[in-house]
């Protein structure tokens, strides 16, 4: 594995850079030897944070965690991703043994925000969106942590966005042209 460690406010000791290297090094079994990993490590007041990404054929493997103690941080995250690995190894053998099946379903309409709150967008992103199947946007979803996913659909070469239901499910949202 290939590592790049930056830090934000923060000097990269040594030690630190080795206890980033051997936690995640445990890793090595899930990945080929050219995996590039990209580690940030940050303080912000007393918040010791460390943000991992391992971007990998098509997917991306990413875990964000904080604590009070920065080698601590670095132990919740490597096995924050040791689990999302497993997970993800685990639905990719379901997915092959019984067909994929996908559920589907309506999009529950949200309230409307009221007239006196102003919206406010503090947070913009641009990605790349190759083309998936619903399905293996869920696990991508699931491996970046999120309740929900944007993509374009392999099937119809369309927008969808994929998001987390109660009960373990998932729905599916698709224009309606």
Do not use: W
Request: charged fraction near 35%; hydrophobic fraction near 35%; proline fraction near 3%.
């Amino acid at each position: 594995m290939k590592f790049t460690i930056t830090g934000r406010n923060i000097e990269l000791t040594k030690g630190l850079k080795d206890a980033v290297e051997d936690k995640l090094s445990r890793l090595e079994k899930y990945f080929t030897p050219d995996t590039d990993v990209y580690v940030t490590l940050s303080v912000e007041k007393e918040r010791q944070k460390i943000e991992v990404t391992i971007p990998m054929k098509g997917n991306i493997i990413r875990s964000e965690q904080v604590s009070n103690d920065m080698y601590v941080s670095i132990d919740l995250v490597e096995e924050v991703i040791e689990r999302q690995l497993k997970k993800y190894r685990t639905k990719l053998v379901t997915k092959k043994q019984a067909g994929g099946e996908f559920f589907t379903s309506e999009f529950m309409n949200t309230q409307d925000v009221e007239d006196d709150e102003a919206i406010k967008i503090v947070r913009s992103k641009k990605f790349g969106m190759k083309p998936m199947y619903p399905e293996d946007a869920c696990l991508q979803m699931e491996l970046l942590g999120h309740d929900f996913f944007v993509f374009r659909n392999a099937e119809t070469d369309e927008v969808n966005v994929v998001y987390k239901r109660k009960g373990n499910t998932y729905g599916l949202i698709e224009p309606d042209c």
